[in-house]
């Protein structure tokens, strides 16, 4: 019970997080709607229409009808990049596109000190905002007379400082001095009053927490502006990261994956011939390969730790493993999807069962085995990362799950994009692989 | 003893539920050499049955099969099969499937290229050699999947409905194409079809078969694949006795449907 309950809290909170995004979600999509109705009609000035395609409004299910838009692919993926360097304040984009950034500089307040006895006396408090990486010493200022005297700190972007004002006073807060105003404005413990930089607060024990505006820009430590993830790229290709260069964990990457996927295709391919061609070995392996199919390879990492550690060898028998499936089922059912007529037809031709083997049923099941391929590669290679996540002396997930440590983000960044971009380039490969290959995919 | 012998051919399939059905019951035919037979009947009425039996595809329940002196016991090169459609291997070009007999038995390249290229000409794919089968419509798949047959040199040619899935203009032409394929070459064919028009134009012999079970129903000895030979088909079915004929198996057929479906068959 004390589950459901704890689950439906959690519930909440996602509602209430979608809740606070969905504005931002429905403007997208205006944006997303409003540049369509500007290119249809800047299509339509260029060049008038004399087809009936937009006659064609219900396109369901036929998904060849649907082409891909490239202009809406060049504007998506601008967008995504302008948006990223106008909330991380990127130096590529002109100042104009940027959000309002965090305050930065130097910036004063006046406080107000009121004594036990009710005399009162103003004193500057001269802030100083630095970039958050630099460590700076506190401004010196004047200390100035009265019971009040000026203080001076220095701040890191983004950040906030607590600061008991009162301790240079002549009257201290332990004498009974209270800060009653800050620029003039009354505030009491807990209160908070606006000024030119940012807010000042008051805890509730009456010490000044000086907050100087963080603006909506992101800190680089949540997200660093496009030109610092390229510069860590060019740095890591460089210098290298954790004793090995960017090439190099890449390489381990993808070595893991190519050795891992192809033993996976070596065992599961034959394995699935058998299965298609005899029901003994279909009888023998349906329950294990049906058992083992939707176990997520991730789930086997803890157990490949266990039997063969986090050298390579574990490495490659979780991928081994991940592929292995697969391509049996696609071996499988690329032989028993082989049209009976086909088979006949070499027979009575004067092919051998050999013959028909090799010139039939081997090639016929080409088509499925590249598919299964695809969703291999595809699965070996964010299994390969996760494991690297997990436990690993190099690769690109090592790579990020370190830099996570030491909040490098923008190293973590830059994996991810590296990941995606390999990821999709394998994936372009195989499809090239296929129509070199199989040029008759899907036109049996 | 030539000639294409089938005989007390039954045929039972053992259905997974236990019960069994009846394909083909006493079924007996014999073909000399050269003849050309259609085989027409309703839909089930074990037409395609037939035909694997004598492929050698299936073996059958009782009966045997004797082709030239010798029993049928699995599909061979003597018998050639031509299917509706699909069975062309898609990873070979038009010149590697015609060519596919002849690399089986392991001919030299310069006999198998002869062959491929006069039997192109015959079925009027010279400049379509190197092409990819799916490529070509449908009616040239077909001309591809004859002239695969034909270089295998068979006795027998069994075609299973193969120009069904053809539109009327090019089914035209194709039964024209098979009428002077088999004068030209004097092989013996069995042509399975539904419809009567193609039956009738392409057998010199007929065999209407009935239904439940599969079993021998009429037999013609027809004079319009004679007449058909190098002439417009359209010419042939204006003949009287077609028009005749043609009435008489289709009320044969009608009734056969009707007692399938009961009285309360109505048309379609
Ligand atoms: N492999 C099989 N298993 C069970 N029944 C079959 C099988 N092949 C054909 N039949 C049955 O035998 C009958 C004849 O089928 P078929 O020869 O395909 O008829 P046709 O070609 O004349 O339409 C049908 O009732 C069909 O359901
Ligand atoms: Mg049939």
């Given at each position: 019970m004390q589950v459901i309950a704890n689950l439906w809290g959690e519930l909440l909170t996602v509602l209430t997080a979608v809740g606070t995004a969905l504005p931002y979600i429905l403007a997208y999509v205006a944006l997303i709607l409003l540049l369509m109705v500007v290119w249809s009609g800047v299509k339509r000035l260029l060049r008038p229409r004399h087809d009936y395609g937009s006659?064609?409004?219900?396109?369901?299910?036929?998904?060849?009808?649907?082409?891909?838009?490239?202009?809406?692919?060049?504007?998506?993926?601008?967008?995504?990049?302008?948006?990223?360097?106008?909330?991380?304040?990127?130096?590529?984009?002109?100042?104009?596109?940027?959000?309002?950034?965090?305050?930065?500089?130097?910036?004063?307040?006046?406080?107000?000190?009121?004594?036990p006895d009710g005399a009162t006396d103003d004193a500057t408090v001269t802030v100083l905002v630095h970039p958050a990486d630099v460590t700076t010493a506190d401004p010196e200022v004047d200390p100035g007379t009265g019971i009040a005297r000026n203080d001076s700190i220095a701040i890191g972007m983004f950040r906030s400082a607590l600061l008991r004002v009162s301790d240079n006073d002549e009257?201290?807060?332990?004498?009974?001095?209270?800060?009653?105003?800050?620029?003039?404005?009354?505030?009491?413990?807990?209160?908070?009053?606006?000024?030119?930089?940012?807010h000042v607060l008051m805890t509730p024990k009456g010490t000044l927490n000086i907050a100087p505006s963080a603006g909506w820009q992101m800190e680089p430590i949540w997200l660093p502006p496009p030109e610092a993830v390229w510069s860590q790229a060019v740095t890591i290709a460089r210098d290298g990261?954790?004793?090995?260069?960017l090439w190099e964990h890449l390489g381990y990457s993808l070595f893991r994956v190519v050795v891992g996927f192809l033993l996976g295709a070596l065992v599961g391919i034959p394995l699935g011939y058998a299965m298609g061609l005899s029901d003994w070995f279909r009888g023998w392996f349906d329950p294990i390969v049906e058992f083992m199919r939707p176990v997520p390879p991730l789930a086997l990492i803890p157990l490949v730790i266990i039997w063969a550690g986090i050298g390579e060898t574990g490495k490659i028998i979780l991928l081994f493993l991940?592929?292995?499936?697969?391509?049996?089922?696609?071996?499988?059912?690329?032989?028993?999807?082989?049209?009976?007529?086909?088979?006949?037809?070499?027979?009575?031709?004067?092919?051998?069962?050999?013959?028909?083997?090799?010139?039939?049923?081997?090639?016929?099941?080409?088509?499925?085995?590249?598919?299964?391929?695809?969703?291999?590669?595809?699965?070996?290679?964010?299994?390969?990362?996760?494991?690297?996540?997990?436990?690993?002396?190099?690769?690109?997930?090592?790579?990020?799950?370190?830099?996570?440590?030491?909040?490098?983000?923008?190293?973590?960044?830059?994996?991810?994009?590296?990941i995606g971009i390999v990821g999709f380039t394998i994936d372009l490969g195989i499809r090239w692989l296929e129509r070199l290959m199989v040029p008759w995919k899907g036109k049996g | 003893m030539a000639g294409l012998h089938i005989e007390n051919l039954s045929m039972r399939f053992d259905l997974p539920d236990g019960g069994s059905v009846q394909a083909l019951k006493d079924v007996s035919i014999d073909l000399k050499p050269g003849e050309l037979l259609s085989?027409?009947?309703?839909?089930?009425?074990?037409?395609?049955?037939?035909?694997?039996?004598?492929?050698?595809?299936?073996?059958?329940?009782?009966?045997?099969?004797?082709?030239?002196?010798?029993?049928?016991?699995?599909?061979g090169p003597d018998r050639g099969m031509v299917f509706q459609q699909g069975a062309l291997f898609e990873w070979m070009n038009v010149r590697e499937n015609v060519g596919f007999g002849p690399r089986?038995?392991?001919?030299?390249?310069?006999?198998?290229?002869?062959?491929?290229?006069?039997?192109?000409?015959?079925?009027?794919?010279?400049?379509?050699?190197?092409?990819?089968?799916?490529?070509?419509?449908?009616?040239?798949?077909?001309?591809?999947?004859?002239?695969?047959?034909?270089?295998?040199?068979?006795?027998?040619?069994?075609?299973?409905?193969?120009?069904?899935?053809?539109d009327a203009l090019t089914r035209e032409k194709m039964q024209g194409l098979v009428l002077k394929l088999w004068k030209e070459t004097g092989k013996t064919i069995v042509l399975i079809t539904h419809s009567v028009e193609e039956a009738l134009l392409l057998g010199e012999r007929l065999i209407v078969m009935a239904p439940r079970p599969g079993r021998i129903h009429k037999e013609y000895n027809l004079p319009f694949a004679?007449?058909?030979?190098?002439?417009d088909l359209r010419e042939v079915k204006k003949d009287p006795r077609f028009a005749e004929t043609r009435e008489e198996i289709l009320s044969m057929i009608w009734n056969m449907e009707e007692e399938i479906m009961g009285s309360a068959g109505e048309p379609v």
């Open positions: 006659l064609k409004t219900v396109k369901f299910g036929d998904e060849s009808a649907v082409a891909s838009n490239t202009v809406a692919s060049v504007i998506s993926i601008v967008l995504i990049f302008v948006l990223w360097g106008a909330f991380t304040g990127s130096r590529l984009l002109p100042g104009f596109l940027h959000m309002p950034g965090p305050f930065q500089g130097t910036a004063t307040f006046d406080y107000t000190l009121t004594g009257i201290t807060r332990d004498d009974g001095a209270e800060i009653t105003a800050i620029d003039g404005s009354p505030i009491a413990p807990g209160g908070a009053v606006r000024t030119g930089f940012g990261f954790r004793g090995a260069s991940a592929a292995l499936w697969i391509m049996a089922i696609a071996a499988r059912s690329g032989v028993s999807g082989v049209r009976i007529s086909k088979v006949h037809a070499a027979y009575s031709l004067g092919a051998s069962k050999w013959q028909v083997m090799r010139h039939v049923i081997i090639p016929n099941s080409l088509p499925e085995i590249f598919t299964g391929a695809r969703v291999a590669m595809g699965v070996c290679w964010g299994t390969v990362v996760a494991a690297e996540l997990v436990a690993a002396q190099t690769g690109v997930g090592m790579m990020i799950m370190v830099a996570s440590k030491f909040q490098n983000t923008d190293i973590v960044l830059m994996g991810v994009i590296v | 085989v027409l009947g309703p839909s089930g009425c074990g037409k395609t049955t037939l035909l694997n039996i004598v492929a050698g595809f299936l073996a059958p329940t009782e009966g045997r099969i004797t082709l030239n002196g010798s029993r049928v016991t699995g599909p089986m038995k392991g001919m030299k390249a310069k006999p198998k290229r002869e062959i491929v290229d006069h039997l192109l000409d015959v079925v009027g794919l010279r400049d379509f050699k190197e092409k990819a089968v799916y490529e070509l419509s449908g009616g040239m798949q077909q001309r591809v999947a004859l002239a695969r047959c034909l270089a295998n040199e068979p006795d027998v040619i069994l075609m299973d409905e193969p120009l069904g899935a053809l004679d007449m058909g030979v190098g002439r």
